[in-house]
């Protein structure tokens, strides 16, 4: 298992020698590397069993950190990464030369953001080079959203997980792109599409999976549990898997015909941001528990609302 601590000066020589550290963000625990460093970049895909052509989001201390590794910032994504960094933001940008094609997928472009974690603020202000970081857990299995999942996950592969307690957001950045200029919405994410188009004006949204998708987080399975979970009209599901042993991911009702054991509601009070950060904390705990299958409601289609069903939808996808 991996050692859990507060020493950022541990962390920093762990990465100092081309190591891999966990890493808290205010979305979710990532699992860091020198992004500058070409044999420690490789290390992260191994660990995550991660296919290489799913390129890594860079992350920085700060907006002048970031003019150092990518070529200009269109106007638009100024404005934005002005108004939301540090935050839960992702803005794919083109990149300079320094930043290798191994983080990128071999593309002109690298996704970027400073993210709003006091303990990694820190310890990439401390650091003479970026961190390379996608989320910290096995490639298409739920992101982490506390030290203990990550060392459950992947704490006989890495020495040390920089513990910055539960993740305060708990749903991953939004990522935005720039076509002609234009923003583009690659992955629904924390910051809601109605507060991007406030900076920017309206936005397109392109999320759908492909073979070569564009982030890789569009991949239709993604963010499963290890269990069958199916997404739908809650009471319709509670009677047609009627004789399984179920368990039950609510929005905010309690269905008293299911085991109270059996059963997790992210906000009873119906607020989207609780659900959300609670969100992956209870597909950890559904997939940990003696049940055959896991049955899911969507919850409502707005603000950050959007990128929780977004999720939904992947882990109920059927693997490609
Ligand atoms: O909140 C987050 O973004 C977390 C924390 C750790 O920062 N990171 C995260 O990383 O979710 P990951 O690797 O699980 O998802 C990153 C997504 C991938 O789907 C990847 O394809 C996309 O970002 N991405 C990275 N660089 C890109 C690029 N140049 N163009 C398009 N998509 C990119
Ligand atoms: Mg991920």
Redesign the pocket.
């Known amino acids: 298992m991996a050692e859990i601590g507060k020493d950022i000066r541990k962390a920093k020589e762990i990465l100092e020698a081309g190591e891999l550290v966990a890493i808290p963000?205010e979305?979710?625990?990532?699992l860091a590397a020198n992004a500058l460093n070409s044999s420690a970049v490789p290390r992260i895909f191994t660990v995550k069993n991660r296919p290489y052509f799913?390129?890594?989001?860079v992350?920085v201390a700060s907006l002048e950190q970031a003019h150092m590794y990518v070529q200009f910032f269109p106007t638009s994504a100024l404005n934005l990464a002005r108004h939301f960094w540090p935050g839960?933001l992702?803005l794919?940008l083109e990149k300079k030369e320094i930043i290798p094609g191994l983080v990128?997928s071999g593309?002109t472009?690298?996704?970027i953001?400073c993210?709003d974690q006091e303990l990694t603020l820190e310890l990439l202000r401390s650091l003479p080079f970026p961190l390379a970081?996608?989320?910290a857990n096995p490639f298409g299995y739920i992101?982490p959203t506390e030290p203990a999942h990550v060392n459950e996950q992947l704490g006989d592969k890495i020495s040390y997980i920089l513990d910055g307690g539960t993740c305060r957001v708990g749903i991953?950045?939004t990522?935005v792109?720039f076509e002609k200029s234009q923003p583009v919405i690659?992955?629904m994410?924390a910051i809601n599409m109605e507060e991007i188009e406030r900076i920017v004006g309206p936005v397109r949204v392109l999320t759908h999976s492909t073979s070569h998708?564009?982030?890789?987080?569009?991949l239709t399975s993604h963010y499963s549990p290890r269990k069958r979970l199916v997404l739908g009209v809650m009471p319709q599901l509670i009677e047609k898997f009627h004789g399984y042993s179920a368990g039950i991911l609510s929005f905010m009702t309690d269905y008293s015909e299911v085991d109270a054991d059996h059963q997790i509601i992210l906000s009873s009070s119906a607020n989207l941001e609780e659900a959300a950060q609670k969100l992956f904390l209870a597909l950890h705990q559904l997939d940990k528990m003696d049940i055959q299958i896991i049955l899911a409601e969507e919850v409502p289609d707005v603000g950050i609302g959007r990128a929780i069903n977004d999720r939904l939808r992947r882990a109920a996808a059927p693997g490609e």
């Open positions: 963000t979305t979710v625990y990532g799913d390129p890594l989001i992350h839960p992702t794919v990128t593309m472009t690298v996704g953001r993210p970081a996608p989320s992101s991953e950045s990522i792109g690659y992955r994410g998708p564009m982030a890789p987080g569009q």
